[in-house]
Every structure is written in C-alpha cells, then in structure tokens.
C-alpha cells in the first residue's frame, strides 16, 4: 500500500535467494523514482478475507490522486497498538519532499565541510549560525529514520516493526550520522583550537552516500536522457575530487607558520607582478580558485610550472594525490567510453522499458496493467534473477547440484511431495525455475486452463473465489511451503481458484509437461501425490469438492500404468518391464480381459520375463475373464519350455471346464495340444456339459489316432454320457471298424486289470466324486435352512438317498424322497451329478 503511516506489523521471515534486491522503491531513504516498484493492493478490491484492507483504501493516497499521504494499514495483531506505535512508509508523499529537501543539505554539506576544514579555523557568524541550522535539520531526520519503515533485503518485505528499525539503524549508520551532526566549529574553539579536532569534520562526508543514491536513481529514470545523466554524474565527480584536493592542498600551506610561507606552494607563486608572498591576507575567493587550478592541473598531469610543491609534505601529498588522478582517470575514461560503445546493465534495463513503453501506448493498455509491467521489469533488473542463464554453460551435473542445493529445503517440506521419493524430489527440482512476483499481480485467473505447478518459498498468497455475482471471497492464504496449480494440473480440470500475490514472493515452477515426464517413470510417487490431495481435503474444502475427480485421475493412473505394464510383457520387454515394476508398478494388474502381464508373456513365450515375473512374486495360477491361466497360455501357443517353468515353479495343471477345451480340441483334430495339455496334468476323462468325455468325441467323429492318443493318455472306456452312451457305444455308431477294434482291446485291458470290480465303478475309478447333501428345498427361506453333509457319490440314486437319509437323520422312508439341483431340478441319474455339486433332499410331497 503506497504512502501513508503503517501500524506496527511484523512480517519477518528469512529467504536465501541467488539474486539482492536491495531497494525496491528508490534510494536508501525511501526516495522513488517513476519506474520504482509499487505496491497495487490498493488498487484491486479487498476481498471478504482482508475488509482491513478498506481502511488501508480509504485513508492511503498514491501518486495518483488525494491531497495527503497518510494511511493506515490495519491487521488484528496490530488493532491495539496501532496509536501507539506509528511508521513512517518511504514511498510517502510528505516523506519524499523531505527526503528532497535533506539532499540540498547533503550536497551543500559534502562540498562545504572539505573547504571548512581547509580554508576555516573558526567559521564566521553567519556561516556558524547556517552551520548549525544544517545540523538540527540532520538531528530532525536521524529522528524520522527511528521510525522509517525498510525493505527487508532477503525476503524482499516491507518491514513495519519499530524495534527492529531501530535495531537495524543502530547497527548501521546511527553512530556515524551522530557524529556528523555535532556542532564541531563550537567543539574546536571550545578545546582551545586544537588541530586534532578539525580532522574530525571529515565525518561529515558520509552524507555523500546521499548524492551517490539520488544519481543511481536518476540514471534509471528514462524521462531523462541517459547520455546526458551519465555525463552529469562524471562531471560531478570529477569536480568534487579536484574540490577536495584543492581544500587540502590549502590546508597544508596553512599548517607552516608565517614566516616559512615562502616555503610552501601558494607562498612561494608569483604570477607576473602579483606575489602570493601574504596569501592569508588575500581575499578568500581568490585563495580557492588558486587551489582549484592546482589541483586541476595537477590531475590532468598537464603541469604548466607556475604552481608545484615546494616542501616534503606537499610533494608526498602531490605523489598521492597524482596516483589517486590515475585510477580516477581511468574511471572517466572508462565509463565515457561504455557511454560511446553501449550494453551497460542500466542502459539494457532503460532500453527495454523505453520498448515496453512504445508497445504499451500502442496498444493502449491501461494503467494498472502498465504499472505491473514496470514493476516487474524493475524486479527483473534489481534482482537480477533473471541472470540465472549465466549457469547454462556449465555442465548439467553442476546445474542439477545447484539446484538440488537451492530448492530441495523447499521442496521437500511440501504437502503434495510428502512421502516421495528423493530420486523424485532430485529430478523435480532440476526441473524447477524461479521467478518473483510483486503484490498486487495476479498469477492464475479462475477457470483458465493452466500448465504450471507453483511452489511458494516466500511470501504471501491468498486464493480467491469468485461468485456469479463477481462477489470476491478469500478461500485460503498461501504461505511457505504451499503449491498452487496442481489441482489444475494433475485432475486436467479448471483453475477453481483466483491466486494473487498479497506480498512480494518467491515462487518456484514448474511446468506440466516436466512433472509428467517425471511422473511416467516415478509411477508410485505420482500415486503418493494423488494421495496426498486426498488427506488434504479434510482441511481444506477446495480439494474437498474435487475429491470425485481425484478418485477419478488416481483410478485412471492406475489404469494407464497397469496398461504400460501389459503393453511391455507383450512386446517382451524386459528392460522397461522391470523400470515400470521398480518403480511401483503392479505386475498382478490386468487387463479387461482378466489377463495379467503373467499371461501375456507366457502366451508369447518370453521365458526371461515369465521367469522375472515369478521372481517378482506374481499369482502363478491366476486366471483371466475365460478361465485360462498362465500354464495354459504356455501349452495352447506350444511355448513347452515355459510350460515346463512354469509347472517346475507350482503352476497347477488344473483347468476349469477341461473337458470343453479338450472336446474342442479333438473335435478340430489338434493332436499336437492334446498332448502338450495331456502330458501336463490335465484328466483325459474331463467331461463337457453333456458328460462326454473327449474320448467320446473321438470316437463318435471315428478319429482313430485321436482315440488311441486318449486310451493311451488313460481315458476311460467305460465312461457314459447323460444319455447314457459309453465311447464304444459311439464308435460302433461311427461305423469305424478299426476304432472299434481299438475300443473292445481297450475295454478288455481295463477289464482285466480289474476283473472284481463291475463296468460302473470301472466307470468311476478314476474319477471319484463328492458331493454336499441339504436336507431342505432349494427355495425354501434362509431360516428353514439346515446344515448340510459332504459325502462320496455313490454307484446309484437309491444309494444316494439311502445314504443321505441316514446322515441327515430324515424320519421318513427314504423312498418318499428326491434329489434336487439347484435349480430345483430333479435329478434321475447318478452320472448327471458332478464333482463337487450341491444337492437338495426334499419329500416328494413337497
């Protein structure tokens, strides 16, 4: 806020930045020039969160408008203090003049004190009198700097606390700027006029720091021509230099007595008719523009020999003073010919404004917009920050170090990395760029689309919501440490929120494209990330009603990267395969299918990456959408050495609906996968969904190599269908004599390796059956529902009731009662049931 009185407000904080910025707004005193950085919060409208602002509004004046410069700026901490304890803002109006009116002094006081100290011993009334006056004007602004606000120089604040202004001018330049205001004229005739005092008036030039300050600030005002402010400055200098030279080149004649003034340089010059023999009595502006000429031809070595030193002390004085003119001249020379040539940073900077300043009138933007653009081109050029592409020529390994030393203390304490990785962390700071903003600029609009992540490393930020009705309302305040931008980012979704600067920050970004570069190989902290936005939502209430589109962008990640996994175990490779998987990947993530990368690898018989899978831990009989597993994957495609893995490593030969995929099998004559699949374990007696075996199958399409290949796998001869049907019963039907032959050999063989046992249990004795047994109605309500009983399928329905009578302790005769499927089918056959199947008991009558 421009001009006016602050009350007392402490916003100390520490900031390590490349760049010093050490005046924002004009000279050490507060004194501004046209392009000096202004602070535009009293140009925007206060939002619901800061309504102190408006007293700041109402009684803050600018450049622009008001007949006063006084305000007050009001924050709770400093409510009750506020009359008390009052500072004095640099950039104020009445502060200014004043600060003007202390450079007259400090040019006449800069030029006075080194002709009192040469040409006075004991100032005359009327210069006494002007002499103290100078000095009250001094004591009276010492008094104003005790309650001057400042800048801090690190973090870039304004600092309105009044201990530590005092504090700070203490430490500085209090003592020396006391010292300068004694009265010393008073203090030497007091002490009896003794030299030693007088030297003490040199003191007083440090108030050419004053002059210094208001040349810099003149040089980047672009009103006034470069050239000619340049000019000015070496002029004056030059000038002051000779003026001092010239005062103690006097003062050294003065120190001999009166009768060895011939032995000094002005007693001793005789111009002409004219003798210097009595200089003391000679008038005193005479006096001066002697020394003046001395000293000036003395600086420009051109000697002409009328004046030179006469004794020792004015010839070791001489030597100083004409190796002092060397290095002087140089400086003039020098900086006439930076002039000539061009390219100093302050003409760079006037250049660039004068550019900016053609484009802005031609476009006709408007004030507020101009202002932040001066502001930030003044930020640009104090800061220098900008020269950061000075480390661009050195090797990207420095630059990473640089960076990880600059911004890792920041970007670590941050929410959203919380939990990452410090490889992750490495590679996002390496990415990040700094950049300041000054109060007032707003850095993201509501409702734009935006592709930068920020991190605030200091300063001040608040977040603002803006309502149909243009209604502005503070969502939250951004301090160190907080990002802004991600929500944007990461859910691809609006900026919900306004985000404007309240205090000069500084900012670390990083743009979108960089963070997902990142995040594609740090696939588990981009997950973390998603995370975290997910445990902030219950303290803050923006993240809170995105919390759908969070869960949504998290599922997608999750989708994307379990898809970058199947995608590299279906082109087998391996080497990304395990970058994805190291770093954090799931590899038992599946496709829509229900294949995971397992599958896929084995199906395309990659042995290196099934066997890295394994190592990794992966669900070995995992199976997908169809039932299939990875062991079957291996055998279809007839990858045998991945099967053979696979089954060394515990893959279970075991497949749902084995009896379908062999019948399908024979039924397309593919013998080379019935025996890949045979020979790994499967039953050859696994039935379809009408009991057929594929020996049954074989025989009926009279497939005599098929059926001997089954027969010798151990198929079961005697095995029936639902209606009852044995494959020799099929085989006599195909008419294939051969195949018969081949049947009846294979029925005899079994039967005589079991002659006690009859065709049923021969039917069974390779595939016993369980089943569980419940002594109530399918449909029947879950409280008439009683436990039921495990027990082996016996040889018929009869003993299947009779059995389970018993078991479950029925009352009734067991003829009075049937069995029921789970759909309440009846059941009449003992071959329909299957292995494994539930049954219900239930009374006929029912």
Same mark, same amino acid.
């Given at each position: 806020?421009?001009?006016?009185?602050?009350?007392?407000?402490?916003?100390?904080?520490?900031?390590?930045?490349? #760049?010093?910025?050490?005046?924002?707004?004009? +000279?050490?005193?507060?004194?501004?020039?046209?392009?000096?950085?202004?602070?535009?919060? +009293?140009?925007?409208?206060?939002?619901?969160?800061?309504?102190?602002?408006?007293?700041?509004?109402? =009684?803050?004046?600018?450049?622009?408008?008001?007949?006063?410069?006084?305000g007050r700026k009001f924050s709770t901490e400093s409510l009750i203090n506020g009359i008390k304890c009052l500072v004095i803002h640099p950039d104020n109006r009445w502060y &200014?003049?004043?600060?003007?009116?202390?450079?007259?002094?400090?040019?006449?006081?800069?030029?006075?004190?080194?002709?009192?100290?040469?040409?006075?011993?004991?100032?005359?009334?009327?210069?006494?009198?002007?002499?103290?006056?100078?000095?009250?004007?001094?004591?009276?602004?010492?008094?104003?700097?005790?309650?001057?606000?400042?800048? +801090?120089?690190?973090?870039?604040?304004?600092?309105?606390?009044?201990?530590?202004?005092?504090?700070?001018?203490?430490?500085?330049? =209090?003592?020396?700027?006391?010292?300068?205001?004694?009265?010393?004229?008073?203090?030497?005739?007091?002490?009896?006029? $003794?030299?030693?005092?007088?030297?003490?008036?040199?003191?007083?030039?440090?108030?050419?720091?004053?002059?210094?300050?208001?040349?810099?600030?003149? %040089? $980047?005002?672009?009103?006034? !021509?470069?050239?000619?402010?340049?000019?000015?400055?070496?002029?004056?200098? %030059?000038?002051?230099?000779?003026?001092?030279?010239?005062?103690?080149?006097?003062?050294?004649?003065?120190?001999?007595?009166?009768?060895?003034?011939?032995?000094?340089?002005?007693?001793?010059?005789?111009?002409?008719?004219?003798?210097?023999?009595?200089?003391?009595?000679?008038?005193?502006?005479?006096?001066?523009?002697?020394?003046?000429?001395?000293?000036?031809?003395?600086?420009?070595? /051109?000697?002409?020999?009328?004046?030179?030193?006469?004794?020792?002390?004015?010839?070791?004085?001489?030597?100083?003073?004409?190796?002092?003119?060397?290095?002087?001249?140089?400086?003039?020379?020098?900086?006439?010919?930076?002039?000539?040539?061009?390219?100093? &940073?302050?003409?760079?900077?006037?250049?660039?404004?004068?550019?900016?300043?053609?484009?802005?009138?031609?476009?006709?933007?408007?004030?507020?917009?101009?202002?932040?653009?001066?502001?930030?081109?003044?930020?640009?050029?104090?800061?220098?920050?900008?020269?950061?592409?000075?480390?661009?020529?050195?090797?990207?390994?420095?630059?990473?170090?640089?960076?990880?030393?600059?911004?890792?203390?920041?970007?670590?304490?941050?929410?959203?990395?919380?939990?990452?990785?410090? %490889?992750?962390?490495?590679?996002?700071?390496?990415?990040?760029?700094?950049?300041?903003?000054?109060?007032g600029e707003v850095i993201m609009e509501q409702g734009s689309v935006v592709d930068q992540l920020y991190f605030v490393c200091h300063g001040t930020l608040e977040e603002v919501?803006?309502?149909?009705?243009?209604?502005?309302?503070?969502?939250?305040?951004?301090?160190?440490? @907080?990002?802004?931008?991600?929500?944007?980012?990461?859910?691809?979704?609006?900026?919900?929120?306004?985000?404007?600067?309240?205090?000069?920050?500084? /900012?670390?970004?990083?743009?979108?494209?960089?963070?997902?570069?990142?995040? *594609?190989?740090?696939?588990?902290?981009?997950?973390?990330?998603? *995370?975290?936005?997910?445990e902030m939502k219950a303290s803050n209430i923006r993240i809170k009603q995105l919390e759908s589109d969070i869960t949504f962008h998290i599922g997608k990640q999750e989708a994307?990267?379990?898809?970058?996994?199947?995608?590299?175990?279906? !082109?087998?490779?391996?080497?990304?395969?395990?970058?994805?998987?190291? #770093?954090?990947?799931?590899?038992?993530?599946?496709?829509?299918?229900?294949?995971?990368?397992?599958?896929?690898?084995?199906?395309?018989?990659?042995?290196?990456?099934?066997?890295?899978?394994?190592?990794?831990?992966?669900?070995?009989?995992?199976?997908?959408?169809?039932?299939?597993?990875?062991?079957?994957?291996?055998?279809?495609?007839?990858?045998?050495?991945?099967?053979?893995?696979?089954?060394?490593?515990?893959?279970?030969?075991?497949?749902?609906?084995?009896?379908?995929?062999?019948?399908?099998?024979?039924?397309?004559?593919?013998?080379?996968?019935?025996?890949?699949?045979?020979?790994?374990?499967?039953?050859?007696?696994?039935? +379809?969904?009408?009991?057929?075996?594929?020996?049954?199958?074989?025989?009926?399409?009279?497939?005599?190599?098929?059926?001997?290949?089954?027969?010798?796998?151990?198929?079961?001869?005697?095995?029936?269908?639902?209606?009852?049907?044995?494959?020799?019963?099929?085989?006599?039907?195909?008419?294939?004599?051969?195949?018969? $032959?081949?049947?009846?050999?294979?029925?005899?063989?079994?039967?005589?390796?079991?002659?006690?046992?009859?065709?049923?249990? &021969?039917?069974?004795?390779?595939?016993? &059956?369980?089943?569980?047994?419940?002594?109530?109605?399918?449909?029947?309500?879950?409280?008439?529902?009683?436990?039921?009983?495990?027990?082996?399928?016996?040889?018929?329905?009869?003993?299947?009731?009779?059995? #389970?009578?018993?078991?479950?302790?029925?009352?009734?005769?067991?003829?009075?009662?049937?069995?029921? @499927?789970?759909?309440?089918?009846?059941?009449?056959?003992?071959?329909?049931?299957?292995?494994?199947?539930?049954?219900?008991?239930?009374? %006929?009558?029912?």
């Amino acid at each position: 806020m421009k001009g006016g009185v602050h009350l007392e407000e402490d916003r100390a904080g520490t900031m390590t930045t490349t #760049a010093a910025l050490d005046r924002m707004s004009g +000279d050490e005193d507060g004194s501004g020039g046209e392009y000096e950085v202004q602070d535009l919060r +009293d140009r925007i409208k206060s939002s619901r969160g800061s309504r102190f602002n408006l007293i700041a509004n109402e =009684f803050g004046l600018d450049r622009g408008g008001g007949s006063g410069g006084w305000g007050r700026k009001f924050s709770t901490e400093s409510l009750i203090n506020g009359i008390k304890c009052l500072v004095i803002h640099p950039d104020n109006r009445w502060y &200014k003049a004043w600060s003007n009116f202390i450079l007259l002094w400090a040019i006449y006081s800069s030029f006075f004190t080194p002709m009192e100290f040469g040409f006075f011993r004991g100032l005359k009334e009327n210069l006494f009198i002007l002499d103290i006056a100078g000095q009250f004007t001094f004591l009276l602004d010492i008094a104003l700097r005790f309650c001057l606000a400042y800048q +801090d120089s690190n973090t870039y604040r304004m600092v309105y606390n009044r201990n530590r202004i005092a504090l700070r001018y203490l430490k500085s330049g =209090f003592f020396i700027d006391l010292l300068a205001c004694l009265p010393w004229d008073l203090i030497y005739k007091a002490s009896g006029h $003794k030299e030693e005092v007088r030297y003490l008036l040199w003191i007083r030039l440090c108030r050419v720091q004053r002059v210094i300050n208001f040349f810099h600030k003149l %040089e $980047k005002d672009i009103r006034i !021509n470069y050239l000619f402010t340049r000019i000015v400055k070496l002029i004056a200098v %030059e000038l002051y230099c000779t003026h001092t030279a010239a005062c103690i080149f006097y003062y050294l004649a003065t120190t001999l007595p009166p009768s060895q003034e011939g032995y000094t340089w002005i007693g001793s010059l005789k111009l002409g008719d004219y003798s210097y023999a009595e200089f003391r009595h000679i008038d005193l502006w005479t006096r001066y523009i002697t020394s003046l000429y001395f000293a000036i031809v003395t600086m420009a070595t /051109v000697g002409y020999g009328d004046i030179h030193a006469v004794n020792l002390r004015e010839m070791i004085f001489v030597m100083i003073y004409v190796s002092f003119d060397m290095i002087l001249g140089a400086y003039l020379i020098g900086n006439m010919t930076a002039l000539i040539v061009k390219g100093s &940073k302050t003409e760079k900077f006037r250049d660039k404004m004068t550019d900016f300043i053609k484009y802005m009138n031609r476009n006709k933007l408007g004030r507020e917009i101009r202002n932040q653009i001066k502001g930030h081109l003044r930020l640009q050029y104090e800061s220098s920050y900008t020269e950061a592409a000075v480390i661009q020529d050195l090797p990207i390994s420095i630059r990473a170090k640089i960076s990880q030393t600059l911004y890792i203390p920041y970007i670590a304490k941050v929410p959203l990395f919380k939990g990452c990785s410090s %490889e992750f962390i490495n590679q996002v700071v390496i990415r990040l760029h700094e950049e300041f903003f000054l109060p007032g600029e707003v850095i993201m609009e509501q409702g734009s689309v935006v592709d930068q992540l920020y991190f605030v490393c200091h300063g001040t930020l608040e977040e603002v919501g803006i309502g149909d009705d243009r209604v502005e309302e503070t969502v939250s305040i951004l301090q160190r440490n @907080s990002s802004f931008g991600e929500i944007s980012i990461l859910c691809n979704v609006p900026q919900p929120y306004t985000v404007r600067v309240c205090e000069l920050c500084q /900012v670390l970004r990083l743009d979108k494209q960089s963070l997902t570069n990142v995040l *594609d190989i740090y696939f588990h902290d981009g997950r973390r990330i998603f *995370d975290n936005l997910l445990e902030m939502k219950a303290s803050n209430i923006r993240i809170k009603q995105l919390e759908s589109d969070i869960t949504f962008h998290i599922g997608k990640q999750e989708a994307e990267l379990a898809l970058k996994v199947i995608s590299a175990a279906h !082109n087998g490779d391996l080497y990304q395969l395990k970058g994805l998987i190291r #770093a954090g990947a799931d590899p038992n993530k599946c496709d829509y299918d229900g294949r995971s990368p397992l599958h896929l690898a084995a199906a395309r018989g990659y042995e290196d990456i099934v066997l890295f899978l394994i190592q990794e831990g992966v669900d070995i009989n995992a199976k997908d959408n169809f039932g299939n597993t990875a062991l079957l994957e291996s055998i279809k495609h007839g990858h045998d050495r991945v099967s053979s893995l696979l089954v060394n490593e515990g893959a279970s030969p075991k497949v749902d609906d084995a009896g379908i995929l062999l019948c399908r099998a024979v039924a397309r004559g593919d013998s080379d996968f019935i025996k890949r699949i045979l020979g790994n374990g499967v039953d050859p007696n696994s039935r +379809d969904y009408d009991h057929r075996t594929p020996l049954h199958l074989a025989a009926s399409e009279g497939l005599y190599m098929m059926a001997k290949l089954l027969l010798e796998a151990g198929a079961n001869v005697f095995s029936k269908d639902r209606w009852g049907k044995t494959p020799l019963d099929e085989g006599r039907m195909s008419g294939n004599k051969k195949l018969v $032959k081949l049947l009846e050999d294979a029925k005899s063989a079994q039967l005589s390796e079991f002659p006690e046992s009859s065709p049923r249990i &021969k039917d069974n004795s390779h595939t016993k &059956k369980k089943c569980t047994v419940f002594p109530f109605h399918p449909g029947d309500p879950p409280e008439k529902r009683r436990r039921g009983v495990v027990m082996w399928l016996p040889n018929s329905m009869d003993e299947l009731l009779h059995s #389970a009578t018993e078991h479950l302790r029925l009352d009734s005769d067991s003829s009075q009662y049937c069995v029921l @499927s789970e759909d309440a089918g009846e059941i009449l056959d003992i071959d329909m049931i299957n292995d494994g199947q539930k049954l219900y008991i239930t009374c %006929e009558a029912e």
